[in-house]
C-alpha cells in the first residue's frame, strides 16, 4: 500500500518516515539543479546519513544505473526529481536486491523475485506522474525499455506543490504535456479500465484548465497544485493501462533529436488525436469499434469539440500557448523514416486502440528527402 501525502511543505514528511523506519544510511538520487532550484535541498539538510547520487542522464542508461548499484548499501532510498531521477531510484533499488545482473530483468530474460529497501518518492515536476507506476524506463544499447513489477512502486509518496514553484516555463510545458498525454493514452488505451479511465479523465481534465496558467504566471499555486495532482493521476492511470502509440513513437524523437519527452509525445500526440478518431476500420480493442467511437468522442469533447480534426487543431493550439513548437519536421531534422520505424516501442504501439503497420506509421512521419532536412 502507498502512502500518500499531499500537502504544500509535505517533504519535512520524509525526515520523519526516515526516522520512522530507523534508517540510518540514506541513498538519495536526485536532479543536479532541480535539487537545489526546487529548495529541496534546504529542507531536506538536517537528514543524517545522506549519501547523494546524481550520476545519470535525462534519458538513463542500464550504465547509470549500475553506478549507482555499485554504492548502495543502505536502509531507504529517497528519490528527489523528475521521472529520471525516480526511475533510477526504482532501478537501484529492485536490481541491488535480484540474484542475476540487470540486463536480465530489463531483456525479460529473469524475473524481479526481491523487493528492495523502502522507497520514498518526491517528485519536482508535475510530469511523468513515475511516483505512481510500477514501471521504470531504461536505456539499453541506445534502445528503451520498461522493467515493470509491482516491487517496483514506490512505497512512499510526498506531493509537495511548493516544490514545483520554480521549475522553468519549458519544462513545465513539457512535463505538463507529458501528463496530460499520458491521461489521454491511458483514456484510449485497450487495456483501460473503469477505474483508469477515471484517474485519466480527471488528469485530461486538471491539466487542460491548468497548463497554459501555471506556463504563464508560475507563482500560481492553485494551479500548480492541481497540476501536480493532474501529473499524479496521469502516473495512477497509466500504471493500469500503460501508454499508447504517441508515447511508443516519441522515445527515438527524443534520443535523436535531443528532445524532452513530454515535447516528443506532443508531437505525435498531435497527430494520433486526428488518425484515432479517422481510422475505425482498424480497431483493434476488443470492445469493439462503436466503444471506441465512444471513447474518442468522449476525449474531444473534454477539449471542447467535435471531432478528429477538430481536435488536432485544438491540441496543436493548446501547444502553442505553451509554447512548443508543433511541427515535427521542424523540431526532428536529421532522423529518417527507417530509423524512426525501427525506433518505435511495438509493446506500447500494441496498446493503441487503432492499428497500424508501416505504411500508416509513414503517414505520421512523411519521408522527408534528405536536402530537405539539412
Ligand atoms: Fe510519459
Known amino acids: 500500500m502507498v502512502e500518500e501525502y499531499f500537502y504544500d511543505g509535505s517533504i519535512e514528511k520524509v525526515k520523519e518516515i526516515v526516522s520512522s523506519l530507523g534508517a ?27 549519501t547523494e547520487f546524481t550520476y545519470f542522464s535525462s534519458n538513463p ?28 531510484a526504482k532501478l537501484i533499488n529492485i536490481f541491488s536486491f535480484q540474484e542475476h ?3 536480465k530483468y530489463v531483456l525479460k530474460e529473469k524475473s524481479i523475485e526481491h523487493k528492495g529497501m523502502p522507497l520514498i518518492a518526491v517528485p519536482t515536476t508535475a510530469g511523468t506522474g513515475s511516483e505512481s507506476t510500477h514501471f521504470a524506463v531504461v536505456y539499453l544499447g541506445g534502445k528503451k525499455y520498461s522493467v515493470a513489477h509491482e516491487y517496483i512502486l514506490p512505497d512512499h509518496v ?15 510545458a513539457c512535463t505538463g504535456m507529458d501528463a496530460l498525454c499520458q491521461g489521454i493514452e491511458s483514456y484510449w488505451s485497450v487495456r483501460s479500465t473503469e477505474n483508469s479511465k477515471e484517474y485519466a479523465r480527471k488528469a485530461i481534465e486538471l491539466i487542460l484548465e491548468n497548463i497554459t496558467k501555471v506556463v504563464q504566471m508560475p507563482d500560481d499555486i492553485e494551479a500548480r497544485r492541481k497540476m501536480l495532482l493532474g501529473a499524479n493521476y496521469s502516473g495512477k492511470a497509466i500504471n493500469i493501462s500503460k501508454t499508447t502509440a ?18 516528443a509525445v506532443a508531437l505525435m500526440m498531435k497527430e494520433f488525436i486526428r488518425y484515432n478518431g479517422e481510422n475505425y ?27 478528429p480534426e477538430k481536435a488536432s487543431e485544438f491540441f496543436a493550439s493548446k501547444m502553442e500557448e505553451v509554447g512548443l513548437e508543433t511541427s515535427l519536421e521542424d523540431v526532428c531534422k536529421g532522423i529518417d523514416f527507417e530509423e524512426f520505424v525501427e525506433g518505435v516501442n511495438v509493446e506500447r504501439l500494441g496498446n493503441n486502440p487503432v492499428s497500424l503497420n508501416r505504411q500508416e506509421l509513414n503517414k505520421i512521419y512523411p519521408i522527408v528527402a534528405d536536402n530537405e532536412r539539412r
Open 246 to 263: 504517441p508515447h511508443a513513437c516519441s522515445y527515438v524523437i527524443s534520443t535523436r533529436c535531443g528532445i524532452p519527452h513530454g515535447h
Open 61 to 88: 542508461t542500464l550504465d547509470e544505473v549500475k553506478a549507482g548499484m555499485e554504492a548502495f548499501d543502505y536502509d531507504v532510498i529517497v528519490a528527489v526529481g523528475g521521472g529520471s531521477a525516480i526511475d533510477v
Open 101 to 103: 545482473a540487470p540486463e
Open 24 to 50: 540510518e544510511r540514506v541513498f538519495l538520487v536526485h536532479g543536479k539543479n532541480s535539487y537545489e532550484l526546487s529548495g529541496a535541498r534546504e529542507k531536506l539538510d538536517g537528514i543524517q546519513g545522506i
Open 158 to 172: 510526498i506531493l509537495d506543490t511548493e516544490l514545483t514553484l520554480t521549475l522553468p516555463k519549458y519544462q513545465t
Open 281 to 307: 476500420d482498424s480497431v483493434v480493442d476488443e470492445r469493439g469499434e462503436e466503444y471506441v467511437r465512444t471513447v474518442m468522442d468522449e476525449i474531444y469533447t473534454m477539449f471542447g469539440c467535435r471531432g
